[in-house]
């Protein structure tokens, strides 16, 4: 990981609200000859402990689940904003450009839970982006149809261990290198620019 201490942001719950709203992360394990992942939506809860825990489910008989199964140790990616940033903006523009992004890397150990486990699962994600009154709200489902998904299907856990980020946001340069790049990102058309400029203004 590109990592400098000023790139950090120090903050847990920052951090855990970052994932929260990139919660559509990529989860990485060791296959038989290559890593294996898969990028499934994830629920991040803190529990008594004070311990955060990553919570969804996957297809049965993948190569990642073979991979989960012979080997607990995961890493979770989760990534949001990013941008091209032109040093020309800058106010000694005769350096390198760079890139801005925000990133998490969470390291932990993965359990495949059980049918009750797997149920709950498929019905909170369903009521979390579906609702309990549209057409495809979960008690609307056939049972039968979800009998037969439970088979195919199998919920995890990830106990989170350690946590990494990096909110690259243009922190080491002037304050008006700074303002410079806010500009001409908010100038552009694009939603990761617009993004990016918004969270460096957050920390001016």
């Not at 489910?57 to 199964?69: G, N, V």
């Not at 350096?95 to 797997?118: F, P, Q, R």
């Amino acid at each position: 990981m590109y990592k400098f201490p000023y790139f950090t942001e120090n903050d847990t719950n920052t951090v855990v609200t970052f994932m929260k709203e990139n919660s559509f992360a990529i989860i990485t394990a060791i296959g038989e000859t290559h890593p294996v992942a898969t990028q499934v939506p994830l629920f991040i809860d803190i529990n008594e402990d004070g311990k955060i825990l990553l919570s969804g489910h996957i297809m049965r008989k993948t190569d990642h689940h073979k991979a989960f199964e012979k080997n607990e140790n995961v890493l979770v990616l989760f990534t949001g904003p990013h941008s091209y940033v032109s040093a020309s903006w800058y106010t000694a523009p005769q350096t390198a450009s760079t890139w801005n992004y925000m990133t998490v890397h969470v390291k932990g150990k993965i359990s495949l839970l059980d049918e009750t486990a797997t149920y709950e699962a498929i019905k909170n994600i369903t009521e979390k982006y579906e609702g309990k009154e549209t057409a495809a709200a979960f008690h609307k489902m056939d049972e039968d149809y979800i009998a037969a998904m439970l088979k195919a299907i199998i919920a995890f856990s990830i106990e989170v261990e350690s946590m990494e980020n990096v909110f690259k946001l243009s922190q080491n340069r002037d304050e008006q290198s700074k303002k410079n790049i806010i500009e001409a990102l908010q100038k552009r058309p694009d939603e990761n620019s617009k993004m990016i400029a918004a969270e460096m203004i957050k920390r001016l």
